[in-house]
């Protein structure tokens, strides 16, 4: 094969700075991988690791001759900083690859990912990625965006290229849009040139919805914009930050790249950020208080709602397994009730061992340990029923995971009271309607739905639960979007809305 040398690689975490930190084998459970096998999994109909990864790989293949160099794709589910032995080993299994003769760098990153040695480890990899192959080959990134984006990513890289949608749906896109124009780079189409504004607002990830609101109005106008400039911008990005990782480069941030000319990028990258300032006070959002849900799921009329269990999101470095919301259901007699997904690999071992039709004391959380990260998993237990049992591989359907192969371990389906509670044993976000429908469960035959997720499951679970039908949550967790609960010890101050007077001017 011949074609352009192009090295891909990627870290993947989106770190909490107040949940566990991520060991080797927490990303060894999710993807650890690199060579011909990674190759393998990125041409497979449904692969396991990263969709955008996969979607730039498929994009080279079908635009001409290329030689990938695949050195090593590591992810992890949210998670708290990454530890350092972890974070170094993986830079000295690339750095090596990278002396080899390159045309070009893929860096498949998150974005928002925090070390325990370092408040900007995605930054500092491009940095290290641009001084071992130089200034002459091209590198090329995507992003999640929630990024918390750094100067030193920007002048590490040639081209940034962060999601546009929040559930995120448009992974494939992105990693396309990469690829396309990273095509364009080699062939001297262009010679990009990144601007980069940050904004001292860092709102909560439950204000960065897409689908309306300032967010998404925001970013609709970026891509406008770009439009109208007549092939002079590469891409525009916007960034909203993920708050809880705590570092100096939380803030909104708009990058945009230009196709040669700096001066244009940097006239609608600070064109954007006042149009983002000018809609600030947009960028706080109310919470439905647990005992208004309670209310809510004991009502007979009505439409269907789905509850969103915010302050245990395991997509954004939740536990997985705190029990205010269930225990407050279950205390009320709610009944049609559907509650996924509580990690608890003890409590779905032990259905597995009754097997389905037992009947027992199902006690969630018997190996809370007393870490800081655990406060909120308090101790559970009512009498529940196995109504099934399954080993977790599943692949998703709708949203953030369609058409991705899920390993949730050992898998269970509870019948306590009037509610059913999926237990799995890989701690995963529930934002696809296949955590039930494993079980043979029909959505539309509950009255009410919970999932431990922040907004992912808005797109999964869409068919069901219009916009109206959803409800945030006030439950306490480690990813709790009440700002004020949180010390926030390195987020830039003053920055709104967590200071309501903060002041900036282009």
């Known amino acids: 094969m011949s074609g352009p040398r192009v090295a891909l690689l990627g870290m993947i975490l989106e770190s909490n700075r107040y949940a566990k930190p991520a060991e080797r084998a927490d990303f060894e459970s999710l993807t650890w991988m690199g060579g011909e096998a990674l190759m393998s999994e990125a041409r497979s109909a449904t692969p396991s690791i990263a969709r955008e990864f996969c979607a730039f790989v498929t994009a080279m293949d079908a635009t001409g001759p290329w030689t990938p160099v695949p050195l090593l794709l590591a992810a992890c589910h949210p998670h708290g900083p990454v530890k350092e032995d972890v974070y170094e080993a993986y830079w000295q299994a690339v750095e090596t690859?990278?002396?080899?003769?390159?045309?070009?760098?893929?860096?498949?990153h998150h974005g928002a990912m925090v070390a325990t040695h370092l408040d900007d480890p995605d930054g500092e990899l491009a940095a290290r990625v641009r001084a071992k192959v130089g200034p002459d080959v091209a590198v090329v990134q995507t992003l999640d965006l929630h990024a918390n984006l750094s100067d030193k990513m920007c002048a590490s890289t040639d081209l940034i290229c962060g999601y546009r949608t929040n559930p995120h749906v448009d992974m494939i896109e992105r990693g396309e849009e990469a690829a396309f124009t990273l095509r364009q780079i080699l062939a001297g189409q262009a010679s990009p040139k990144i601007s980069h504004v940050k904004l001292p607002l860092a709102p909560a990830s439950v204000t960065l919805l897409t689908a309306s609101g300032p967010y998404g109005e925001l970013i609709d106008y970026g891509q406008r914009r770009q439009a109208e400039l007549a092939g002079e911008i590469l891409n525009v990005s916007i960034f909203g930050n993920f708050i809880f990782s705590d570092v100096p480069d939380n803030g909104i941030s708009v990058v945009v790249t230009a196709r040669h000319d700096l001066a244009i990028a940097d006239r609608l990258a600070h064109e954007i950020a006042r149009k983002a300032w000018e809609m600030r006070e947009r960028f706080v959002r109310s919470l439905t208080p647990v005992a208004e849900a309670t209310m809510l799921a004991q009502r007979e009329d009505g439409a269907p709602v789905i509850f969103s269990d915010a302050g245990d999101n395991p997509?954004?470095?939740?536990?997985?397994?705190?029990?205010?919301?269930?225990?407050?259901?279950?205390?009320?007699?709610?009944?049609?009730?559907?509650?996924?997904?509580?990690?608890?690999?003890?409590?779905?071992?032990?259905?597995?061992?009754?097997?389905?039709?037992?009947?027992?004391?199902?006690q969630f959380n018997r190996e809370r340990a007393d870490n800081p990260?655990?406060?909120?998993?308090?101790?559970?237990?009512?009498?529940?029923?196995?109504?099934?049992?399954?080993?977790?591989?599943?692949?998703?359907?709708?949203?953030?995971?369609?058409?991705?192969?899920?390993?949730?371990?050992?898998?269970?389906?509870?019948?306590?009271?009037?509610?059913?509670?999926?237990?799995?044993?890989?701690?995963?976000?529930?934002?696809?309607?296949?955590?039930?429908?494993?079980?043979?469960?029909?959505?539309?035959?509950?009255?009410?739905?919970?999932?431990?997720?922040?907004?992912?499951?808005?797109?999964?679970?869409?068919?069901?639960?219009?916009?109206?039908?959803?409800?945030?949550?006030?439950?306490?967790?480690?990813?709790?979007?009440?700002?004020?609960?949180?010390?926030?010890?390195?987020?830039?101050?003053?920055?709104?809305?967590?200071?309501?007077?903060?002041?900036?001017?282009?």
């Open 373 to 506: 990260w655990e406060q909120w998993d308090t101790p559970f237990q009512a009498e529940a029923r196995v109504l099934a049992v399954h080993d977790g591989q599943v692949t998703g359907r709708l949203g953030l995971f369609a058409g991705r192969r899920m390993h949730l371990g050992a898998a269970a389906l509870l019948q306590l009271g009037g509610i059913k509670v999926v237990v799995i044993s890989d701690r995963t976000q529930t934002a696809d309607p296949m955590f039930f429908e494993m079980f043979g469960l029909d959505i539309a035959d509950a009255r009410t739905v919970c999932v431990k997720s922040r907004g992912h499951f808005r797109s999964g679970f869409l068919p069901w639960f219009p916009p109206e039908n959803v409800y945030e949550v006030d439950t306490a967790g480690l990813t709790s979007p009440v700002l004020s609960r949180w010390p926030l010890e390195r987020v830039p101050r003053p920055s709104f809305p967590l200071d309501t007077d903060t002041v900036w001017e282009a």
């Open 97 to 108: 690859g990278l002396e080899a003769p390159l045309d070009a760098v893929y860096l498949c």
């Open 315 to 362: 997509g954004g470095g939740g536990s997985g397994r705190t029990t205010e919301l269930l225990s407050a259901l279950y205390s009320a007699g709610a009944q049609q009730v559907y509650y996924g997904s509580f990690f608890d690999p003890a409590l779905a071992h032990e259905a597995h061992v009754l097997g389905e039709g037992a009947t027992f004391i199902a």
